[in-house]
């Protein structure tokens, strides 16, 4: 009889059991005190629990969006004005509502199509949106009203800001914009080619995701190596920056093209990067990466197809969205009516043991 393997000390453990919502899910998010998680899915709404009991529980959602919802973030503000959530969907519009999904303004078309994220600068003052349509926009986060425009011409994907204020920008064809939202200035672009890949006459790949270390030294950008279009098989990549110098300092790199994309970030207090990814057919995972380390120090998951990722303020849950088993494509089972399933997003809430 073999003996039993030993329990893995970085382990995270699943919290009760995994929250069902009927629909996809793009992103998940929690709120800055870490009670409410928040969901941006693909029938328009913002979905939302509180988190903060054993059994979470379900809240009502923000609703009013044209198409799916595509970017959320939260602004952490003083209890007399109350935290602030953002969000924005494929059709272009941008909403601001109070944590209790209560709407506070609304830009209908906030860009010509679809926004892929949202962020907002440290201060708190202003947030920022780019999108397919080429664009960076910046907005007076209390009211909505335009400032800043910057026209880049090509896809935009993702954004991360640093604690100076500073924003980071990706493209579709692995390079990363820096921008000043004081002076509306370009100042250096990082480059990421690896990312992206022409096959045949499609575009694939790109900075799919961006993180900014919380002390300003560390920008991380990822997505995954392509190796053809169509029907997508790529390497997942993260590459980590030096902010200081601009040059590179490290990079994990999956070990075959069937683990997919790198589909999203986010920081752990204890000082490293959690992320998710997701493949074909049926690949996906979540992971911990320590900068500066060729490997992750743990990596799983429940769900296939994992598509994003939050951690709680305190560092002590993460909560990650993923793809409904047997939803790969013409080969999934049918339902007893004979019609394929609509897919869904479970999400699964974990406990974090401290590094």
Known sequence: MQPKKPADPNA???????????????RVRFSPDGKTLAAAC??????????????????????GHNGWV?????????????DKLYSADSWGRLTASDADGKKRWTVE???????????????TAVVVTCGKDGHIRQWAAATGKPDIEYKVGTDLLSLAFAPDSRFYVGDL?????????ASGKLGRTFEAKEL???????????VRCLLASPDGKTLFAAGGEPKTGGF????????????????????????ADSEGYVTDLAWHPDGYVVGTTSGQPGQGKFFFWKPGADQPFFAGGKFPNCHSVAVSPAGDRLAVSATNANSSGNGRPKGKDGEYPANTSPVQLWTVPKA
């Open 12 to 26: 995270p453990k699943e919290l009760g059991k995994p929250l069902t919502p009927p629909v996809q899910i793009a």
């Open 42 to 63: 693909f029938d328009g709404t913002v979905r939302r629990w509180d988190v903060s009991a054993a059994e979470p529980a379900e809240l009502p959602a923000v609703t």
């Open 70 to 82: 595509s970017a959320i973030t939260y602004m952490k503000m003083p209890p007399a004005i109350g």
């Open 109 to 123: 078309a906030a860009h010509d199509g679809w926004v892929r994220a949202v962020g907002h600068t440290p201060d």
């Open 173 to 181: 064809f692995g390079a990363i914009r820096e921008y000043s939202p």
């Open 196 to 206: 992206h890949r022409v096959d045949r006459i499609q575009d694939v790949g790109g």
């Open 232 to 255: 997508v098989q790529a390497v997942p990549l993260l590459v980590a920056y030096d902010l200081a110098s601009g040059k590179r300092v490290g990079q994990y790199k999956g070990a």
